[in-house]
Nanobody, 129 residues
Framework: QVQLVESGGGLVQAGGSLRLSCAAS????????MAWFRQAPGKEREFVAA?????????????DYSDSVKGRSTISRDNAKNTVYLQMRSLKPEDTAVYYC?????????????????WGQGTQVTVSS
């Protein structure tokens, strides 16, 4: 099992940047596909980005992004630190949401939230116009 704790959220002006972190406890972090989802008030949880279990510290690995953040965000992982990151740039008010980190063990990337077994508690991102 793995426990996930997100950090790095906050209030930022439109056009600004944030880097979210998700620290994982437990063993074999490198064998987890990791993802970021977000949920705005009154909306369903939405896929943001994912990075595959074969990603390492020095290679890009498999990644996937939603169309809404593609080109503005970068997901990465540091297996030595058991941490996955989401660097977000050119933030827009519509990026405002609670951002969740999720993991699934030894399975391929998916954008479906119900296919992830482990979740963090979320971190709030608010983008002001």
């Amino acid at each position: 099992q793995v426990q996930l704790v997100e950090s790095g959220g906050g209030l930022v002006q439109a056009g600004g940047s944030l880097r979210l972190s998700c620290a994982a406890s437990g063993r074999a972090f490198s064998r987890y596909t990791m993802a970021w989802f977000r949920q705005a008030p009154g909306k369903e949880r939405e896929f943001v980005a994912a990075i595959g279990l074969n990603a390492g510290n020095w290679n890009a690995g498999n990644t996937d992004y939603s169309d809404s953040v593609k080109g503005r965000s970068t997901i990465s992982r540091d297996n030595a630190k058991n941490t996955v990151y989401l660097q977000m740039r050119s933030l827009k008010p519509e990026d405002t949401a609670v951002y969740y980190c999720a993991g699934r063990y030894e399975k391929i990337i998916t954008a479906k939230p119900y296919e992830y077994d482990y979740w963090g508690q979320g971190t709030q991102v608010t983008v002001s116009s």
